[in-house]
């Protein structure tokens, strides 16, 4: 089954840029979706498609994705951005969706 | 707006069932593929089962299969999961959440029902 790697944590400074990785084999010819999560609610989609974002989303989320790595790009990163993360894609092989482990966005 | 409203979580003995029903509201139901993901306590997002807009195409987690059936009554606009043979494993938060516009993305998820699987 395919399977989506994430670093558990990644730390950055207020105002600095977030890059949160998913990495897989091939990623880069499927479409990858990403959620956030802050305790205690349920999911967001904050990306959706590699790199489109959802109304209402800010223009601080973006998203990349090519060869075997898709990254969550949180620009100018606030308080309010600390949160889990997930990334997700559709296995056609095995008609299944996927979820990666998990990132836990901390703002220092 | 869109709202989808989780019911049916609890307590239950390991081997028993329960039937977890999302009801939703604010757009087309029956133009929506639909979804469980489920979330044991501390632990990551777990996709669990999808359903088409008209029931067509049913798909489930290896882990569910033959276990759970996913269903929906588009004339009531309700999306249920039934839990037969529940295992100690299966406790989690289960969400019911709608396919968005690139249709494998979920673009509205609910708040979540608690379902404890424990003797």
Redesign the interface.
Known sequence: ?YVLTQPPAVSVAPGQTARITCGGNNIGSK?V?W?Q?KPG?????VV??DS?R?SGIPERFSGSNSGNTATLIISRVEAGDEA?Y?C???DSGS????????TKLTVL | EVQLVESGGGLVKPGGSLRLSCAASGFTFSSYSM?W?RQAPGK????VS?ISSTSGYI?Y??SVKGRFTISRDNARNSLSLQMNSLRAEDTAVY?CARS?????????????TLVTVSS
Not at chain 1, 41 to 45: D, K, M, R, S, T
Not at chain 1, 95 to 102: A, L, Q, S
Not at chain 2, 44 to 47: D, I
């Open positions: 089954s479409s979706h959620y999560q609610q349920a999911p967001v989609l959706y498609d489109d959802p889990d997930y997700q894609v559709w008609d299944h969706w996927v979820f990666g482990g998990g | 979804n993901v990551g997002l777990e996709w999808s798909y987690a290896d969400y968005g516009i690139a249709v494998a993305d979920f673009d509205y998820w609910g708040q979540g």
